[in-house]
């Protein structure tokens, strides 16, 4: 994004892969301290809102986490994979984890 997309009053969406294996810690003895996967998705639109999970890793499976619109939702939400579309509800963030 740049710096116009960011002052766009009618951009009221933003999704973010977070990469849990990017640039990772080290443990005392050395071994590497990877982290989850996580697809964030925010929604400030005033009605629900369909996003496509992208491409991230090969074969990654997406769990619901997260769903401040619906919480009892993310108990019976179906895995998800790349392309798939998930509805977030207005005003609300919903936060998936890859599945190991």
């Known amino acids: 994004m740049n710096s ?3 002052a766009d009053p009618n951009a009221l969406s933003l999704a973010i892969y977070l990469d849990g294996s990017d640039d990772p810690d080290r443990a ?3 071994t590497l301290l990877i982290d989850d ?3 964030v998705m925010v929604n400030a639109w005033w009605e629900p809102l369909g996003f496509t999970l992208p491409a991230t890793r090969p ?3 997406w769990q619901a986490e997260i769903d401040s619109h ?3 939702a993310t108990a019976e939400a179906p895995e998800r994979r790349e392309g798939d579309q998930v509805t977030v509800g207005p005003r609300s963030i919903a936060v998936f984890r ?3």
């Open 59 to 61: 074969g990654a499976v």
């Open 70 to 72: 619906d919480p009892a």
């Open 4 to 6: 116009d997309d960011w």
């Open 98 to 100: 890859a599945v190991p």
């Open 28 to 30: 005392e003895d050395g």
């Open 37 to 39: 996967d996580f697809l």
